[in-house]
Nanobody, 126 residues
Framework: QVQLVESGGGLVQAGGALRLSCVVS????????MGWFRQAPGKEREFVAA????????YYSIAVKGRFTIARDNNKNTVYLQMNSLKPEDTAVYYC???????????????????WGQGTQVTVSS
């Protein structure tokens, strides 16, 4: 059974930084792409960032590009999301997810992911 456990969320002032972590178990981590998504109250879940299995290619939404960095450590079965220059509009529950297949499906589409963590709350105050 695949398990994903996020951590690192919290309350931070605008302009601050947080680093989220997601530890994956029950799957050969290095074989799968990973993604971060977020969902704010009353809004749909949206793509934030993703990284290919090797870690050499990553993708970002326009909203976070240049401020957030995704990385992975295949030895630790962990994917990270470094979030800098946080804005109040970044406030959401952040989820990590494993991509079902490295060879099909869009990295930015949540339907391409088959396992999800429970989420971690990020709140940015103005």
């Amino acid at each position: 059974q695949v398990q994903l456990v996020e951590s690192g969320g919290g309350l931070v002032q605008a302009g601050g930084a947080l680093r989220l972590s997601c530890v994956v178990s029950g799957r050969t981590f290095s074989r799968y792409g990973m993604g971060w998504f977020r969902q704010a109250p009353g809004k749909e879940r949206e793509f934030v960032a993703a990284i290919r299995q090797s870690g050499s290619i990553s993708y970002y939404s326009i909203a976070v590009k240049g401020r957030f960095t995704i990385a992975r450590d295949n030895n630790k079965n962990t994917v990270y999301l470094q979030m800098n220059s946080l804005k109040p509009e970044d406030t959401a529950v952040y989820y990590c997810a494993t991509k079902a297949s490295e060879y099909s499906g869009s990295y930015t589409d949540p339907v391409s992911y088959d396992s999800w963590g429970q989420g971690t709350q990020v709140t940015v105050s103005s």
